[in-house]
């Protein structure tokens, strides 16, 4: 998808996308400067989209580690009352 320029108001990204592919030259299209800067603002679009989902799915898999950790812990916790529950039985009889 592509962002629209002055001119092209009004329209959609996949509209602007769909007329150019049918050989319909859009405004500015010609001047490679442009078209550069165009190109490089749109890549920043995308680098700032792509580095909010990044930084939701580390949430997640941080979220998921601290479970597990936390899981893991109280299983610890567990066995080692256990084994002090044992050891006092023993002891008393």
Same mark, same amino acid.
């Given at each position: 998808m592509r962002i629209p320029r002055r001119g092209e108001v009004g329209w959609q990204g996949e509209e602007i996308? /769909?007329?150019?592919?049918?050989g319909y030259v859009m405004s500015g299209n010609r001047h490679k400067r442009m078209n550069a800067i165009r190109? /490089?603002?749109?890549n920043q679009v995308y680098t700032a989209l792509e580095k909010k989902a990044l930084a939701l799915i580390q949430l997640e898999e941080n979220k998921q580690k601290e479970a597990t950790l936390l899981a893991n812990f109280r299983q610890a916790l567990?066995?080692?009352k256990?084994?002090?529950?044992?050891g006092e039985?023993?002891?008393e009889v």
């Open positions: 996308e /769909r007329l150019e592919s049918l190109i /490089r603002k749109e567990e066995k080692r256990e084994k002090e529950g044992e039985n023993v002891d």
